[in-house]
């Protein structure tokens, strides 16, 4: 009888199956299946874009450590009334040229480097200039420090810490949605498995009728048997072919299902096609203990992983309104180095009020990078700034809201923990009563068998009914039905379990990379 049913069932398979042997058939394995879910799976693409977008996130808060560089030009000329002949004879006329270049890099403490070079040159006709036109340039280093608020490491690298960390959350999302997803494929994959191998359960079931309807004809035809006992034979035929037709359109939809996870219709060929699981459900016995399951969760568990980051996030908040509470205390600290050059004008007895020029030493512009670059005229300065903010005094209302944030995230984190425990718990206890609900239904299915062979010998002989007949071969389709609902019921709770564990991504040797 066994390997009776086993031949019917791979026959109904490649022929019976409505609309398979009309259209393209396309055999696919479970692995097939997620593998195509992982790559085409429009949820998965878009869910994939968060790890990308972070780390865009995290190259921009780098950025606050990339110098900046500045550039000036300026350039100036103005012609005004002269009111004494001293200063000039006529209009008083000035040309002046401005350049600036400067480069500001954040450093590591929270304090700030400045390099500048200023320069100038001016062209005048006022009198008694000595120098005349005059390059000016100057060369100087300052350091800005906090010593106090903002100061430290952690506070001039809190926004890439928090741009990492948001990135590796991101991450620990999309090993969420690759979970989900794997399970759900699992899940659709097994629903089209026993929505197919249930239809040929029917169409057995259905053929069985059949038989015992054309039997009848001929009893009753040759007057061994009463007319009436058609009617129950035909009721029965049709009452099970109603029953294929809702199989057939669960088959339908659970198709549809399937393809849709795997992105079907535009990863695996033309839409008419149709799909064939390959793989069977296995009834081989995982065995499974509570503490094993629920290590493996707590260390493998994407969610949890996020969770601890988001307290990292938290903690960082937390210890930057902590730091705004501080005085302000700053250190700044100059040194430069200025120069002058131009072209020097000689005035008889070296007496510019005299106004008679008697000659000139040309300079040139360039001149001024030698001794701006030698730091021959040294200058320095430090100084030292002490701020109070008031508001921290009358109101912390942001280091309050920093703390509520951090134990509210801790809190969140140990709440999970309970219900990883809770979801392994149920999630064990399934697997092992869906093992044992195999054992009974297989049971319960052959029990069946014979219960339906023996009661087709009595009818043979006379001292059994038609009726009782059709009862046992409806019995023997729901046991059959229930046997293949436990072994399917088994599959779908170990897929649960490894989802619940957090495992299901290393079970199925996927790699990821983003």
């Not at 169409?203 to 006992?229: C, F, H, M, W, Y």
Request: proline residues 3%.
């Amino acid at each position: 009888m066994r390997k009776w049913i086993e031949f019917t069932t791979l026959f109904f398979m490649l022929i019976s199956v409505p609309a398979l042997s009309a259209q393209e058939v396309k055999t696919i394995s479970l692995e097939e299946c997620i593998l195509s879910a992982v790559e085409n799976n429009l949820n998965v693409a878009v869910q994939i874009l968060n790890p990308r977008l972070s780390d865009i996130s995290v190259a921009l808060a780098n950025e606050k450590f990339i110098p900046q560089l500045g550039f000036n030009f300026n350039t100036r000329s103005t012609v005004e009334p002269s009111f004494s002949w001293v200063d000039a004879t006529g209009d008083l006329n000035t040309e002046l040229k401005q350049y600036t270049a400067q480069l500001i890099q954040e450093i590591p403490t929270g304090g700030n480097l400045t390099i500048q070079f200023y320069s100038y040159d001016q062209d005048t006709n006022r009198n008694l200039q000595t120098i005349n036109p005059l390059y000016y340039g100057s060369l100087s280093f300052q350091i800005e420090q906090p010593l106090l608020k903002d100061f430290g490491f952690k506070m001039s690298r809190r926004e890439i810490l928090m741009a990492r960390t948001s990135r590796d959350i991101s991450e620990r999302q999309f090993e969420e949605t690759l979970l989900q997803t794997i399970y759900d494929v699992e899940s659709a994959y097994w629903n089209l498995v026993f929505s197919i191998e249930d239809l040929q359960v029917r169409q057995r079931s259905l053929a069985l009728a059949r038989d015992l309807l054309r039997k009848n004809r001929r009893e009753v035809e040759v007057g061994t048997l009463a007319p009436i006992e058609i009617l129950t034979a035909e009721a029965e035929v049709a009452a099970r072919e109603a029953d294929i037709l809702q199989s057939e359109v669960l088959v339908e939809n659970n198709e549809d299902t399937l393809k849709t996870m795997i992105n079907k219709y535009t990863g695996m060929g033309e839409a008419g096609s149709q799909i064939l699981p390959m793989d069977k459900p296995t009834s081989i016995e995982r065995r499974v203990d509570i503490e094993s399951a629920l290590a493996t969760a707590m260390s493998h568990r994407p969610d949890l992983k996020r969770y601890k980051l988001e307290i990292k996030n938290r903690d960082l908040d937390f210890s930057y309104a902590k730091n705004q509470l501080l005085p302000g205390l700053s250190l700044t600290a100059n040194y430069w180095s200025p120069a002058i050059s131009g072209t020097r004008i000689l005035y008889q007895n070296n007496d510019p009020l005299t106004g008679v020029v008697v000659g000139q030493v040309p300079g040139k512009f360039s001149e001024i990078f030698s001794d701006v670059l030698d730091f021959n005229y040294k200058n320095w300065s430090v100084g030292v700034t002490f701020t109070v903010p008031i508001n921290s005094i009358f109101s912390r209302a942001q280091y309050a809201q920093a703390r509520v944030n951090l134990d509210q995230a801790m809190n969140t984190l140990k709440y999970q923990e309970q219900q990883v425990f809770l979801e392994i718990r149920n999630a064990v206890r399934t697997v092992q009563t869906n093992f044992k609900r195999i054992t009974a239904y297989r049971a319960a299915r052959e029990l069946a068998e014979e219960r339906l062979a023996a009661e087709e010998k009595k009818l043979k002989v006379g001292i059994s009914t038609n009726y009782i007949v059709l009862q046992m071969q409806r019995d023997l389709a729901t046991a059959q039905s229930n046997e293949l609902q436990a072994i399917i019921d088994y599959n779908l709770s170990l897929a649960a379990l490894d989802r619940a564990q957090g495992v299901s991504i290393s079970n199925k040797n996927i790699t990821l990379s983003y």
